[in-house]
């Protein structure tokens, strides 16, 4: 089942232009993590933020947390036509020892970005 | 280093015929999952092995699933008397951290087509 439910389902930019995805989730985490993926194959991490952080960046990416509203977003900026992928959230529960720290995805977000 | 390896790439079966399916972790991974990814049910969790502990097996959606991992390396996931809802792309994912609370690293995927 998805946990996650992630808006826009699609989001179309120019290059340059910053690029925001939200992530919305229902149980309690230990952490939620954002993958990327090309052309439906492999899936490749991009950052993970624990329950008790609220904000983190990589490079060009921004991510927040916020527990209590059990949403996230990330945010890319100065678009690359490169950064063309889908996009998806991934929360582990915190089902004390027996969530082995299985991913829970979202439904993705597309992002376009044209050169 | 070398990353997730899964085999093979892509693969067409006829309904009714069993398939295997292998994943190889990166080396010194003592976590090791597998997930599907479908049009109609996005990512799901199939299952998780852990060292030498049972495998959490909650996410296997019938009993003509099955996987095992050997050596506390390698696993093949077996689906015998295949059916054209098992169409999907299989993701194998390792993880370093006790209990997988940290990155996942995925392999390319197995497309497989059952016709």
């Known amino acids: 089942s998805q946990q996650g439910e992630e808006d826009p389902q699609a989001l179309s930019i120019q290059e340059g232009e910053n690029a925001t995805m939200n992530c919305s989730y229902k149980t309690s985490i230990n952490n939620l993590q954002w993958y990327r993926q090309n052309s439906g194959r492999g899936l490749v991490h991009l950052i993970l933020i624990r329950s008790n952080e609220r904000e983190k960046h990589s490079g060009r990416l921004r991510v927040t947390l916020d527990t209590s509203k059990k949403s996230s977003s990330l945010l890319i900026t100065a678009s690359r036509a490169a950064d063309t992928a889908s996009y998806f959230c991934a929360t582990v529960t915190n089902a004390g020892g027996t969530s082995y720290g299985k991913l829970t995805f979202g439904q993705g977000t597309i992002l376009t970005v044209h050169p | 280093g070398a990353g997730v390896s899964q085999s093979p790439s892509n693969k067409v079966t006829e309904k009714g015929k069993d398939v295997e399916l292998r994943c190889d972790p990166i080396?010194?991974?003592?976590?090791l999952y597998w997930y599907r990814q479908s049009l109609g049910q996005g990512l799901e969790f199939l299952i998780y092995?852990?060292?030498?502990?049972?495998?959490?097996k909650s996410g296997l959606p019938s009993d003509r699933f099955s996987a095992e991992r050997t050596g506390g390396s390698v696993s093949t996931l077996t689906i015998q008397r295949t059916q054209q809802e098992d169409s999907a792309v299989y993701l194998c994912?390792?993880?370093?951290?006790?209990?997988?609370?940290?990155?996942?690293?995925f392999g390319p995927g197995t497309r497989l087509t059952v016709l």
């Open positions: 994912a390792s993880s370093l951290a006790w209990r997988g609370m940290g990155t996942q690293y």
């Open positions: 092995f852990q060292g030498n502990s049972a495998p959490d």
């Open positions: 080396s010194g991974h003592t976590a």
